[in-house]
Nanobody
Framework: QVQLVESGGGLVQAGGSLKLSCAAS????????MGWFRQAPEKEREFVAT????????YYADSVKGRFTISRDNAKNTLYLQMNSLQPEDTAVYYC??????????????????WGQGTQVTVSS
């Protein structure tokens, strides 16, 4: 079982930056691919970024490529999402998610087994 807790959300002006963190409990974090997803009001949850267990492989949604960076610290059981050049359309609840151990990265929410409760990111224009 993996428990995930996101933090770092907040209100920021357009062009600003935020860094989200996701603290994971359990022994399998270091062997689990992780992902970030987001859900804006009245929209479906969408993929943001994913990283494999050893951080050698990352993949981003086109909408955030070049602005967001996913990373992880397996020693601290923590996943990160550095978000730069934020725009109002980035406003959403951001969720971190974990796949079962030893599986690869994925951009499909249905392939993740564990989810955090989400953290709100609001970007004002």
């Amino acid at each position: 079982q993996v428990q995930l807790v996101e933090s770092g959300g907040g209100l920021v002006q357009a062009g600003g930056s935020l860094k989200l963190s996701c603290a994971a409990s359990g022994r399998t974090f270091s062997t689990s691919a992780m992902g970030w997803f987001r859900q804006a009001p009245e929209k479906e949850r969408e993929f943001v970024a994913t990283i494999n267990w050893d951080a050698r492989s990352t993949y981003y949604a086109d909408s955030v490529k070049g602005r967001f960076t996913i990373s992880r610290d397996n020693a601290k059981n923590t996943l990160y999402l550095q978000m730069n050049s934020l725009q109002p359309e980035d406003t959403a609840v951001y969720y971190c998610a974990a796949r079962r151990r030893l599986l690869g990265t994925s951009s499909f929410a249905g392939e993740y087994d564990y989810w955090g409760q989400g953290t709100q990111v609001t970007v004002s224009s």
